[in-house]
């Protein structure tokens, strides 16, 4: 099987699996304990499939599938668990699966695309070629830099009086959690934007550093730039902006980077070909997300849209895109390659 019916194929089983999973848990139960325990596997992901190209480790990459893929997907379950536990009780203070500790957990996701996709582990790299050393670098940046932000910006007051608020585990940042949150996901959606242009255009600078600075910059601006025609000139709710527009357009933009594996539009030459990615990936975002949408109360039972259900549509979209359906789609494309729909 060929591109693009392979990646089409390869979705529809990545979509299967996930809402498959959803469906043996209750909402409240998946968008809290679920959706924590597949999102701390993220960044090991990150590091496997993007760092070491699932080469690491090597006795692992030279198996045929779907010994491969199984290995790496317990390796990777396995460094989640430990970073799932630590955070529960450093982060979380052990009050269970609190909007904190679920935030934080975003959070070292975010931090993670910024170190391994945008900088490509700047300034690690600077220092050492070693794939060891930088994938631990990954990490260490993932949850360590996460803190840092976190406990700067975060603020958790307005749940004060809510069950859900525990005043030692709200870092008492400079604003509102909502604000900080929705802003740095919609940096990430800037950041794989800069992808689909092969980072034009900041590619060509030569040194890494400067290179480093200006992609930042790029990403900064065009984020704040879509945050504030989202939330102050259309007016959204931050929670449903988060939902509908940047999280839904991260998860149309694994279509055809991951998916098709950069195979659509190849012909095109840049900025052209990124412009016809992006309002492709802007398209796809919509209709994956009106088919979560609409399967969602199959699986979880009815969603309550906006603030009078306490955003239970929005969590759970965002929960289900990203929170599981990046993962499983990580674990068909790069862990197992494809397989069985490629030899």
């Not at 940046?141 to 975060?154: E, H, N, P, Q």
């Not at 902006?241 to 999280?247: A, H, R, T």
Request: some cysteine.
């Amino acid at each position: 099987m060929k591109q693009p019916l392979l990646g089409l194929a390869a979705l529809l089983m990545v979509i299967i699996i996930s809402l498959g999973i959803i469906s043996l848990f209750e909402e409240t139960t998946f968008s809290t304990w679920v959706a924590f325990l597949f999102m701390c596997c993220v960044p090991a992901q990150i590091v496997f499939a993007l760092v070491w190209h699932c080469s690491i480790p090597a006795a692992a990459s030279r198996m045929a599938q779907p010994a491969r893929g199984i290995t790496l997907t317990v390796l990777t379950a396995l460094i989640g668990m430990a970073a799932a536990v630590l955070t529960y009780h450093l982060v979380g203070k052990g009050h269970g699966i609190t909007p904190m500790l679920l935030m934080y957990t975003i959070l070292t996701v975010v931090v993670t695309f910024w170190f391994a996709v945008l900088w490509h582990c700047w300034p690690v790299t600077l220092f050492s070629n070693n794939p060891l050393v930088i994938g631990a670098s990954v990490l260490l940046v993932a949850y360590f830099g996460a803190y840092a932000v976190y406990a700067i910006f975060f603020d958790f007051s307005f749940l004060e009086g809510a069950p859900v608020y525990f005043p030692d585990a709200d870092p008492g940042g400079m604003f509102m959690a909502w604000i900080p949150m929705s802003f740095a996901v919609t940096t990430v959606a800037m950041i794989l934007t800069l992808v689909l242009f092969d980072f034009w255009p900041v590619a060509g600078i030569s040194n890494s550093s400067i290179k480093v600075l200006a992609a930042s910059a790029v990403v900064i601006v065009l984020g704040a730039v879509v945050y504030y025609v989202g939330v102050h000139v259309a007016g959204m709710d931050r929670v449903r902006y988060l939902s509908l527009v940047p999280v839904s357009y991260i998860f149309g933009i694994f279509l055809p980077l991951s998916l098709m594996q950069g195979t659509l539009f190849a012909q095109l030459k840049q900025p052209l070909k990124g412009l016809a990615l992006a309002v492709f990936c802007a398209v796809a975002a919509i209709i994956l997300q009106q088919l979560y949408l609409l399967l969602g109360p199959i699986v979880s039972g009815p969603l309550v849209a906006g603030p009078e259900g306490h955003y239970q549509e929005e969590l759970w979209l965002a929960s289900a895109l990203l929170g599981l359906t990046f993962p499983v789609l990580v674990v068909v494309t790069d862990y197992f390659g494809f397989w069985p729909l490629k030899k």
